[in-house]
Every structure is written in structure tokens, then in C-alpha cells.
């Protein structure tokens, strides 16, 4: 009785004060910096888009976004520390889409990329470009794989890495145009890119950014893109179900993440803020220089499916191509 007689004075002398914890209103999202851990070094498809809208997404939020390049273990390191983060907004996870066939690639993982992230949009993708070296006297698709059927066994194409999209796109395409072809895999995508020019391999599926220079400088031409519809600043180049039917599609991308369990609410607000971002005129203008989709924003619930896809796809990839985990 007592107690609750102190309850009740204390609630008359200063009101608010008797209420139980749970009663407070919660402090609105964002009330403080947020950090973005991305795993890759600088440079890159995920640290290119983060970067482009880390500031109209700090705009919207009303706090500060930091980018944190944590790399190493093909991009497992920094995801991990994001998994492993409380799961409240404030740690976030921008990825590419390794995070779709990282699974497949790396044994032991210490988290698990399907059920310890919450989607929660794209933040660009880059169609790749199907390229070849200035020197091919191809000139178009069609020919060259009429040339490279040819050769027989004499093809090699260059990639980003073991289970890159460079990689994966590379065996299909030659499986499904039956062309016999070696994979060679660089430490990165411009290093593949040089490796094509100077007539090391003969063909590589890039994305824009690992190319762009050595397209421009006349090194590499291409051929075809592997996406929805031509690329507006390279309105020339066809898709690749133009050049070549049926063709299919593949891109490098990269998207953002939570931690799972991060609140519903906290989930759309980052959303809402990468969608503002999406819609600078400056952004759309830099995206589409560096030959990204200026579709590449997906509302939380088609990423979330996009990404299922993707890993269902870069599963069946990895097996048929022969990948066992390290």
C-alpha cells in the first residue's frame, strides 16, 4: 500500500514519471550516424552505388551515413560483422551480388546469407557487357561465335574471380552457344578487362566500370549487353537476345541489407531513403555514365524475391560449372 501510495504522489509532483518503461514513446529512426559496411575495397559495383547515395540518403534520414570498407574472405568478413550487429537500423550491410553465391563458395561460413539479412532494396545494377578485343576482326555477335566455335577449344574468357557474375555469365554463355571455352580468373574485373585486350583471352562479360575505360580508349569493343534493353549511353549496342536469340540476362549488382530482426518500420524508412536517393536527377545522371539500370530500385518485397532468385540461379551456376566451396 505504501508503494503505491509513493507511485501515486510521484505521479502527481511530476507527471510522466510513474509510467512503466515500456509506456515511453520510442525515439524516432534515425536519432544518430548510421554506418554502412561495405566488404569490398573502394571502387567497386557496391562501393560505387553506395557512395553515389549515401548523400541524398543522409539528406532524407536526417543523419550521417558512413561508408566502412571492411574486405577480405571475398566479402564474407564485413557481411559477418553486419550479421553479427544489433539489429536495429543502425548497421547496415551494402553488398554485391556475391552475396547470392557466396554460400556456394566458401565453406564454413559463420552465418547464414539467407536467414541472418533482412532485403532491403537494390542500389544499382550494371548489365554486363559482352566484350572482345579491338584486335577480333568480329563484327558482331553472330560472327564471333561462328569464329569461336571454330577454334574449338583455342577460346578463353576472362573473369572477376571464381563464382563471379563475370565467371558465371562467361559458362553460360559458352554452354549455351556451344562454344568450348576456359575460364581464367583475375583478381578483379579490370584486371580481366586488361587481360582481354592485350589478347590473353577472347571474350569477357564485364560490368561497365571494370570496362569503360578501355571501351573508351578503343581497346575493347562491345558486342552485345546482357540486359533488358540497350544501355542509354551505348544506345548502339544490342541486347543480347538481339544479337544473338534467346540470349539471357546477367548483371552485376548490389543492394542494402539489415541485420534480420531490424524493426518493420526502421526496414521502410531506409527503404524510402534509398528510393529518394534513386530519384536525384544527379544520381540518375552518374548512373546512367556508368551503365547502370536507372530501374535498379526495387520496393523491399521485390528485392527480397529478386535476390531468392538470384541465389536459386547462381546455385544451379555454381554446380553446373563444377565450383566446390574452399
Wanted: charged share 15%.
Amino acid at each position: 500500500m505504501r508503494r503505491m501510495l509513493l507511485a501515486a504522489m510521484m505521479g502527481v509532483l511530476f507527471p510522466g514519471s510513474a509510467l512503466p518503461l515500456a509506456a515511453q514513446p520510442a525515439p524516432a529512426f534515425p536519432d544518430r550516424p548510421i554506418r554502412m559496411i561495405v566488404p569490398y575495397a573502394p571502387g567497386g559495383a557496391a562501393d560505387t552505388s553506395a557512395r553515389l547515395l549515401v548523400g541524398p540518403m543522409s539528406e532524407f534520414l536526417g543523419q550521417t551515413i558512413t561508408i566502412e570498407n571492411r574486405t577480405g574472405g571475398g566479402g564474407s568478413i564485413g557481411a559477418a560483422a553486419v550479421a553479427q550487429a544489433r539489429p536495429d537500423g543502425y548497421t547496415l550491410l551494402g553488398d554485391a551480388s556475391a552475396h547470392t553465391v557466396n554460400h556456394a563458395l566458401i565453406r564454413n561460413l559463420p552465418f547464414d546469407y539467407a536467414r541472418d539479412f533482412a532485403p532491403v532494396s537494390r542500389l544499382a545494377s550494371f548489365p554486363l557487357i559482352f566484350l572482345v578485343s579491338s584486335a577480333d576482326g568480329a563484327p558482331d555477335l553472330r560472327a564471333f561465335i561462328v569464329a569461336a566455335r571454330a577454334r574449338g577449344g583455342r577460346n578463353a574468357y576472362s573473369s572477376a574471380g571464381v563464382g563471379s557474375a563475370a565467371h558465371l555469365a562467361g559458362f553460360l554463355f559458352a554452354e549455351s552457344m556451344g562454344i568450348e571455352a576456359t575460364h581464367v580468373a583475375y583478381r578483379g574485373g579490370s584486371q580481366g578487362a586488361q587481360a582481354l585486350a592485350s589478347g590473353d583471352t577472347q571474350f569477357m562479360l564485364a560490368s561497365t566500370p571494370a570496362a569503360i575505360g578501355l571501351v573508351q580508349a578503343g581497346r575493347l569493343r562491345a558486342l552485345a549487353v546482357a540486359g533488358a534493353g540497350r544501355l542509354p549511353a551505348h544506345p548502339n549496342v544490342p541486347t543480347l537476345a538481339e544479337a544473338s536469340p534467346p540470349g539471357f540476362e546477367m548483371a552485376e549488382w548490389a543492394g542494402l541489407w539489415a541485420p534480420a530482426g531490424t524493426p518493420e518500420p526502421v526496414l521502410d524508412r531506409l527503404a524510402a531513403a534509398v528510393a529518394h536517393g534513386m530519384a536525384r536527377p544527379e544520381v540518375q545522371a552518374r548512373f546512367i555514365e556508368l551503365g547502370v539500370d536507372t530501374n535498379s530500385y526495387l520496393t523491399r518485397t521485390a528485392f527480397a524475391r529478386y535476390v531468392a532468385e538470384q541465389r536459386t540461379l547462381m546455385t544451379r551456376l555454381t554446380s553446373e560449372a563444377g565450383i566446390r566451396p574452399e
